[in-house]
Structures are given as C-alpha cells and as structure tokens.
C-alpha cells in the first residue's frame, strides 16, 4: 500500500498549515477572545482567496471537486490552529446539494463555491436525545415545516442551513432559508468561541425535501470532518505538552523524566495513532465511493474516546497552569468537548455500532471477504 500524499495534496497541506500557523498563534486567540466576534473575519477572507472554503464542491458548480482526503489535511491543520472559520460545514453542504439537488438548489450552490453566501449545517437532531424537533406536514404538493433546530452553528451569519427534519417519522434533509420571516434566530455562543443560534420555525413552507440517500452520504462525510479537527486538536496537545513537560522541573528533575508522566503521554500518543488509521480508512472509503457505515461509527467513538484523553492527560499533566485561563492550552480541552458532542458523545456512538454490528455478520474487515462487501 501506498500511504504517501500526492504532490497536490502536500502543496495543500502546507499552505493550510502555513495560513493557520500564520492567523492563529496565542496572540492572536487571546486578542480574539476578547472581540466578541461571530468567527476569525480575515481568516474567512484568506480562505476563500486560497479556495480553501470550496475543496469538497464539485468543478461543475464553481468549486475544486476533491475529496474528503484533501479537506481532511486542510481540517488537521484548522485544528491545530484552533481557526474559527466554517470551512467543513459550509462546503460539505454545498457538495451535498450538488450530489443530490443540483438543479433546484444551483443559485445556493454557486454563491455558497464564490465565497457571497455561508452556508451551515446541523445534524445534532441525529443523535440528541431529544431526536429531531422539526416536523415535515405534507400541504398539497409542498411541506410546512414547524419546530426547533437547536445550536445551528453561524445560523445569523448564514445565509442557509442544511437541517434534518422529520418527515412520517422517518429523517430526512432539507434547506432552510434563515432569512425568511417565518425562521426565527436566538444567537449564543458556545463554550470553545463558536457562534450558534437556536432556530425556531413556524409555518415555513418548502417545495422540495432531499433524499433518504443524501443523510446516508453526508453523515459519513461531516464523522470524517470533526474526527479530522478532533486529530488536529489532539496532536497539538500532544506537541505543547511535550514541550512543557521537557522544561517544568519539580523536585529537581524535569517532570518529563517522570514514568507516570512518560506512561500517561504515551497512552495519549497511542490514542491519537489509533484515531488516524481509523480516519484515514475512513477518508479512503469515501473518495473510493465504498460503503461505510461501521468505518465512520467507529472513526466517531474513537475520536470522542481519544479527545476525552488526550485532552484530560494533557491538562493532568500540566497541573495547576492547565486551568488557569491566561495560559493557552485550555482552549484545546474546549475544542475537544465540543467535537465530542458535536459527534454525538462516544456513548451513543458506541450504541450505534453495535446496533449495526447486531444486523451485520458480514464485516469487510475480516480477511475472507472482500472489503467491498462492508454493506
């Protein structure tokens, strides 16, 4: 097997690496803390210069036309610099209705490739407890959509969101345009600086619902998208822990020289090895348009299990200086709750895997089968 990235994607990879490197030291995050702003403005702008915002769009509609391998890299280093900028959302909805709606959503879709209109997504409703709070009643030959969308990231920014909506009980997406007078917005703003809004609807009436298929095909993409910032965070963790622990001395020794220490940040290296393969198996897949269901369930719960980890070892492991909000590496901890309830918490990823490993005794992974036999 060839693991290696092409020359494109490298030349992606280190220009990601580069902008985020270059907007979102602990300077800038700290100065950004303060402003009171919805996402990272500037950045937003250097990322639709670069066409970073539009990697996963397909040619045909104004976008690069790559895969999740592509966004991938560009997310690992989003989640190394802990960027706020919708950069996953945004294009995996348009790539969305692109694969599934092109000719009814096409304006949406060529704003969305430009760089006018930000597009949001939230598929929270999924795996909630709750379940999903917007209900579909059919009304002629269109739908009136009543209920709530909780916590739509940048719903005021947005010109858009692509939501689950619950349609004879069973799930299905549609798009819902935030500027109609029947959407109303309650904005927040979560724990780790990501701007949301509680969208409540009333009476909106929609002509056109996507798919069964197009929830199958996108859940599997937005898995891979937080698992890869969930891979980025976690290994800048890894690397500012190791610095600080090759540095802080205690009873006359650098902490570093410690076995509990050396244990602990080796468990954590493991766990973040663990949710790379996994990942990039999972990113394989889907460029390859192979099916998988259990690769992206697994890829969840190990990026909730190993940001859950990670991120408690690397704050054990700094001591008292990890809670203390002035020193930087706080906002990690941050980041990675939020990516684990963004991926629905390992719990209920878990759950769900073993339901589909209750239904299916024919696993890819096992060497008698081919591994196009994953259904």
């Known amino acids: 097997m060839d693991f290696e990235l092409s020359e494109d994607q490298r030349a992606i990879e280190q220009m990601a690496d580069s902008l985020f490197v270059d907007h ?57 610099g802990l960027g706020q900028v919708p950069l996953w959302r945004h294009q995996l909805v348009a790539a969305t209705l692109a694969t599934f709606a092109a000719d009814e959503y096409a304006a949406w879709i060529e704003q969305a490739a430009s760089g006018q209109t930000l597009l ?25 959509l009543d209920g709530r969308v909780a916590a739509v990231p940048l719903a005021v920014q947005s010109g858009a969101a692509l939501v689950p909506v619950l349609l004879h009980g069973q799930p299905r997406l549609c798009l819902l345009d935030l500027k109609s007078p029947t959407v109303q917005l309650t904005p927040a703003v979560m724990t780790h600086g990501e701007a949301v809004a509680d969208v409540r609807v009333e009476g909106y009436r929609l002509g056109h619902l996507l798919p069964v298929s197009a929830l199958d095909w996108l859940e599997p ?45 080796a468990d954590a290296h493991i766990a973040l090895e663990t949710l790379r393969s996994t990942l990039w198996q999972l990113c394989y897949r889907l460029d390859a348009g192979l099916p998988a269901p259990s690769e992206a369930l697994a890829t969840a719960w190990l990026a909730c299990e190993a940001g859950h980890r990670i991120g408690h070892i690397a704050q054990h492991v700094h001591g008292g200086i990890g809670v203390d909000l002035t020193y930087p590496i706080h906002r990690f901890l941050y980041w990675s ?38 259904l």
């Open 24 to 80: 979102c030291d602990d300077d800038a995050l700290r100065k950004w803390d303060l402003r009171d702003e919805p996402l990272m403005a500037a950045l937003w702008d250097l990322c639709r210069e670069t066409g970073l915002h539009a990697l996963a769009i397909p040619e045909a509609h104004g976008g690069s036309g790559l895969g999740m391998t592509e966004l991938m890299l560009v997310l690992q280093a989003q989640g190394r």
């Open 120 to 144: 949001s997504l939230s598929l929270d409703g999924v795996h909630a407890a709750r379940g999903i709070e917007l209900q579909a009643t059919p009304n002629g030959a269109d739908w009136v």
């Open 221 to 265: 993409r937005a898995i891979a998208a937080l698992a890869a910032l969930q891979l980025g965070v976690s290994e800048e963790q890894i690397r500012r822990t190791v610095a600080y622990v090759s540095e802080r001395e205690q009873f006359q020794r650098r902490i570093g020289s410690f076995q509990a220490v050396q244990m602990s940040m």
């Open 337 to 374: 709750r939020a990516l684990g309830l963004a991926l629905g918490g390992s719990a209920a990823c878990l759950e769900r895997l073993g339901d589909w490993l209750s239904d299916n005794d024919k696993l890819g992974w096992k060497y008698d089968l081919e591994e196009h036999q994953a």
